[in-house]
């Protein structure tokens, strides 16, 4: 629940009138979030999953874009690509895919995704160890 919360703190520290939260900010944020989710995991394992429901917050809200949510995946970790080789990219970005598909239906994800020209191939780690949750939307 208190997650849940969180992201709509987010979403109207943003979408606020006063600019309380500027959209730079947010990603600055999600990029230091990002850089240290691995050390995270050892504490949450499911920290991925969570930071996903967030992610998905912000895109069904129209906070961020799944474009937008891609990028900063797909560049996190403590260098480029980081988290995505390790299979973490790959958690995340399917639990925000999760989360849009629960709250609004498949067409809203159908239609986000397309959108989006995001290639969910790309947060496939080159080792076996693959995401599980990314793989149910490939």
């Given at each position: 629940m208190e997650r849940d919360l969180l992201a709509k703190l987010l979403v109207n520290l943003t979408r606020s009138h006063d600019g309380v939260l500027s959209q730079a900010e947010l990603i600055k944020?999600?990029?230091s979030v990002l850089s240290t989710l691995e050390d995270a995991v050892?504490?949450?394992p499911k920290a991925p999953e969570f930071l996903g429901r967030i992610f998905g917050k912000m895109i069904v809200e129209n906070v961020m874009s799944l474009k937008e949510i891609g990028r900063l995946i797909g560049e996190g970790g403590e260098e480029a690509r980081q988290l995505v080789e390790i299979g973490l990219g790959g958690d995340v970005i399917g639990s925000t895919l999760g989360m849009i598909k629960r709250e609004r239906g498949e067409s809203v994800l159908n239609e986000i995704r397309g959108s989006s020209c995001l290639r969910l191939e790309d947060f496939r780690p080159s080792h076996p160890n693959?995401?599980?949750?990314?793989e149910t939307f490939l």
């Open positions: 944020g999600f990029e050892n504490d949450a693959r995401s599980r949750i990314l």
